[in-house]
């Protein structure tokens, strides 16, 4: 989301060796700016978005060739009605990209959208957050499971402290839990869920065990019962804030902390589905990176991820794998 000529962010492409290509730098007239969300491939062409920039300045919708071929396809922000400050990545259905914005539309709440390749929108969902009833503020991708589209909010909800929510691809949206309606319980979720043998998973970036508020890991079913599964609690090994979707590899969930845990630099950790977590790894010590921020990708049971700094002198972040 950073770096390029003009400091607003880069696609690039890396080998699993490490070797680094530049495919479009952000920040021309019109273009998008501050890309926060994961690529996603769909035809043979990539697609993501931009928080900032485009001919709004309120975000946009691209697509770039693995040539580095790019073109925005949609500037968000044209009416108050219309959403705002993407920051999740797209899911492609049935020949069209669904997606959140974090903001815009009713009260500055965010909505779902969807996206034809071509960059025709359609909003099909603006969050009402001050019913109490719906959340407001969705960071994260969407997920399909079973023929429904399922996300999360980072606020809003009867307790206004977020919600997961399911919706169908006509736009009927229903909340399927209110955090943090139990004591002790999660709140704030910035990732997405993830399923698991039919289960859903998920990270807070808040909330848990009284006194430390430092995240949870929790299940949901689909019909809205859920359980915590792990408290992050400092000092902890563990770190502390997850706000990245957690992977499932071989019967684990893998997921990542950006502060604290044995280097104050974040960890890497592996969580099974019934709560027993396990430090994989500890970021921090030069020239290792510092604070991941993206969600990691299972690449043949090899992990990938990034991490917002260290890396060496110049401190700007690093492209990494765990291999099993």
Do not use: W
């Amino acid at each position: 989301m950073g770096g390029g000529y003009y400091s607003v962010g880069i696609v690039f492409s890396l080998t699993p060796s490490g070797s680094q290509t530049v495919l479009h730098t952000f920040g021309l007239p019109g273009d998008g700016a501050r890309p926060e969300a994961a690529l996603t491939v769909f035809d043979g062409v990539l697609y993501g978005t931009t928080y900032a920039g485009g001919a709004y300045g309120k975000g946009t919708v691209f697509s770039v060739t693995t040539h580095g071929d790019e073109r925005v396809l949609y500037s968000f922000g044209k009416t108050p009605k219309d959403g705002a400050q993407p920051v999740a990545g797209l899911t492609p259905l049935n020949g069209l990209l669904y997606g959140t914005t974090s903001a815009g539309a009713n009260y500055n709440a965010g909505t779902v959208f969807t996206m034809t390749p071509g960059g025709k929108e359609t909003i099909l969902h603006r969050f009402l957050p001050y019913s109490k009833k719906d959340g407001q503020n969705p960071f994260a991708k969407l997920i399909l499971f079973n023929g429904l589209l399922y996300g999360t909010t980072e606020g809003g909800g009867k307790c206004q402290e977020g919600t997961a929510f399911s919706i169908t691809t006509s736009g009927k949206e229903r909340t399927l839990y209110n955090f943090p309606c139990q004591r002790y319980d999660g709140e704030n979720p910035q990732a997405g869920v993830t399923v698991l043998d039919g289960i859903l998973y998920g990270t807070t970036t808040q909330g848990g065990k009284a006194f430390y508020n430092d995240g949870t890991v929790y299940s949901l079913t689909t019909s809205g019962k859920e359980r915590v599964l792990f408290d992050f609690y400092p000092p902890s090994e563990y770190g502390f804030g997850p706000n990245t979707s957690l992977v499932p590899l071989k019967g684990a969930l893998y997921g990542t902390t950006p502060d604290d845990a044995a280097n104050d630099a974040g960890a890497l950790y592996s969580i099974t589905p019934s709560g027993t977590a396990t430090v994989v790894h500890s970021f921090g010590v030069p020239p290792d990176g510092a604070s991941p921020l993206g969600g990691l990708t299972n690449v043949n049971g090899t992990l990938y991820g990034t991490t917002s700094s260290g890396g060496g002198v110049a401190d700007a972040g690093t492209v990494y794998k765990v291999s099993f």
